[in-house]
C-alpha cells in the first residue's frame, strides 16, 4: 500500500548526542515536510523540501538538520543544539502544483524524547 | 501575520448527537484554503474536508460539513450522528496563495487544536 513510514515509533536520546528519524514515502510525491508538535499546541513547521538536492527552513528550524538525497527519503536530524528536542514529530508529503486544494499526507509520528 | 485560533481546547459529546468544532482565522490575504485534520490517538493526521475561499457552497464529505462564513473569518467543523470513533484531535489548518511555492503543505498553518470525545 501507498503511505508514508517514520521510524521508529519511539525514540530516546541522552543529551547532547544527535539524532536521525526516518521518513520514506512510495506515493512519488515530490514535497515532503517535516512538523513538531508540542502537547496543546498545533503543528510547527521544521524543514520542508520540494525537490531532491533542494530543502528550506520551516519556522522553527534552529537546532535541525535535513537531507534530500532520494525522492522517496527525507531524514531529519535533530541536533544537540537543539535545545528542547523532546516532541512528537511528524512527516508529511504531497504532490506539487495542485494548488491550494492540495492535501498533505502524514505518517504516523516519532515521539522523541530526550532522557 | 496570519493566526488560527481554536477557542475550544476539549468537548464532550453524547454519541449519535452532530458536534460543532470552532476555527477562526486572521488573515488580509483573499486567497486562501482551509483544512480540517484528525489525529486519533495513533498520531498520524488524517485529511477530512477543504473550503477553498472562493467557493461558494460549504464543503461536504459524508458525515462533516464546513460551515464557512467567510466575512466572519470562520470555518467551523460538523460532525453529524457522531460516532465513538470519531474520538481524536482536530485541527483547523490554512494555506495561503502568496506563501504557495507549489508544494503541497507550503505555509500551512495549524491551530492548536480540540480534543473531541465521544461518550457512549
Known amino acids: 500500500d501507498g503511505g508514508i513510514t517514520q521510524s521508529p515509533k519511539y525514540l530516546f536520546r541522552k543529551e547532547g548526542q544527535n539524532v536521525t528519524l526516518s521518513c520514506e514515502q512510495n506515493l512519488n510525491h515530490d514535497a515532503m515536510y517535516w512538523y513538531r508538535q508540542d502537547p496543546g499546541q498545533g503543528l510547527r513547521l521544521i524543514y520542508y523540501s520540494q525537490i531532491v538536492n533542494d530543502f528550506q527552513k520551516g519556522d522553527i528550524a534552529e537546532g535541525y538538520s535535513v537531507s534530500r538525497e532520494k525522492k522517496e527519503s527525507f531524514p531529519l536530524t535533530v541536533t544537540s543544539a537543539q535545545k528542547n528536542p523532546t516532541a512528537f514529530y511528524l512527516c508529511?508529503?504531497?504532490?506539487?502544483?495542485?494548488?491550494?486544494?492540495?492535501?498533505?499526507?502524514f505518517g504516523q509520528g516519532t515521539r522523541l524524547t530526550v532522557v | 501575520a496570519q493566526k488560527i485560533t481554536q477557542t475550544q481546547p476539549g468537548m464532550f459529546v453524547q454519541e449519535k448527537e452532530a458536534v460543532t468544532l470552532d476555527c477562526t482565522y486572521d488573515?488580509?490575504?483573499?486567497?486562501?484554503?482551509l483544512f480540517w485534520y484528525k489525529q486519533p490517538s495513533s498520531g498520524e493526521m488524517i485529511f477530512l474536508i477543504y473550503q477553498g475561499s472562493y467557493d461558494e457552497q460549504n464543503a461536504t464529505e459524508g458525515r462533516y460539513s464546513l460551515n464557512f462564513q467567510k466575512a466572519r473569518k470562520s470555518a467551523n467543523l460538523v460532525i453529524s450522528a457522531s460516532q465513538l470513533g470519531d474520538s481524536a484531535m482536530y485541527f483547523c489548518a490554512m494555506r495561503f496563495a502568496r506563501y504557495y511555492s507549489g508544494g503541497g503543505a507550503d505555509g500551512l498553518t495549524f491551530g492548536k487544536g480540540t480534543h473531541l470525545i465521544i461518550q457512549p
Open positions: 488573515t488580509s490575504d483573499q486567497s486562501y484554503g
Open positions: 508529511a508529503s504531497a504532490p506539487r502544483d495542485r494548488g491550494l486544494n492540495t492535501e498533505a499526507f
